[in-house]
T-cell receptor
Framework: NAGVTQTPKFRILKIGQSMTLQCAQD?????MYWYRQDPGMGLKLIYY???????DKGEVPNGYNVSRSTTEDFPLRLELAAPSQTSVYFC???????????FGPGTRLTVT | AQSVTQLGSHVSVSEGALVLLRCNYS??????LFWYVQYPNQGLQLLLK????ATLVKGINGFEAEFKKSETSFHLTKPSAHMSDAAEYFC??????????WGLGTSLAVNP
């Protein structure tokens, strides 16, 4: 099993550009999550999904969008990139909402 | 509501010394508790978890944690630190089929 995979690993965006961060898992988990991690700030939940077609906002959803058309994939969309979105983004999945989460390797995004 | 507090954002130990990373939680119902490790430029990896079985939980790489209900604590320990233990450590709590709540992390430095 590959577990949770994320692409790309690194990306530099100009202000106002758009991009999609890809996330996929092969563990048949219903629950998937997007976090951002900034130095000293821990993990902040952006969006999560409890199954295909169902998503909900986390703590910091502004400036992001998600979709979940399949159990395996949970892409994160940045529509108009801003410097405040410079961060490391992690995707995770779990079997149940309160169970352990499995993380991808992350995407390091810089917006200049 | 649940919450988790990690005492000490930075901990420094000498190689071979005891590692003690502190985590206190708040939960009105029996919690699940987790410790994760994040090595530089990597995603988070589960170290160990408590899910209401034995109160002393053993994890990977020689780490263990003890659930103490009376103290609402779940401190992480390792008898003898190794240089390879230098990383960021995160404590998380969940309960009542709710999402994981994350601590802000503790950065562990191991000095030769």
């Amino acid at each position: 099993n590959a577990g949770v995979t994320q692409t790309p690993k690194f990306r530099i965006l100009k202000i106002g550009q758009s991009m999609t961060l890809q996330c996929a898992q092969d563990m048949n988990h219903n629950y998937m999550y997007w976090y951002r991690q900034d130095p000293g700030m821990g993990l902040k939940l952006i969006y999560y999904s409890v199954g295909a077609g169902i998503t909900d906002k986390g703590e910091v959803p502004n400036g992001y969008n998600v979709s979940r058309s399949t159990t395996e994939d949970f892409p994160l969309r940045l529509e108009l990139a801003a410097p405040s979105q410079t961060s490391v983004y992690f995707c995770a999945s779990s079997y149940q909402l309160s169970y352990e989460q499995y993380f991808g390797p992350g995407t390091r995004l810089t917006v200049t | 509501a649940q919450s988790v507090t990690q005492l000490g954002s930075h901990v420094s130990v000498s190689e071979g010394a005891l590692v003690l990373l502190r985590c206190n939680y708040s939960s009105s119902v029996p919690p699940y508790l987790f410790w994760y490790v994040q090595y530089p430029n990597q995603g988070l990896q589960l170290l160990l978890k408590y899910t209401s079985a034995a109160t002393l939980v053993k994890g990977i790489n020689g780490f263990e944690a003890e659930f103490k209900k009376s103290e609402t604590s779940f401190h992480l320990t390792k008898p003898s630190a190794h240089m390879s233990d230098a990383a960021e450590y995160f404590c998380a709590v969940s309960a009542d089929n709710r999402k994981l709540i994350w601590g802000l992390g503790t950065s562990l430095a191991v000095n030769p």
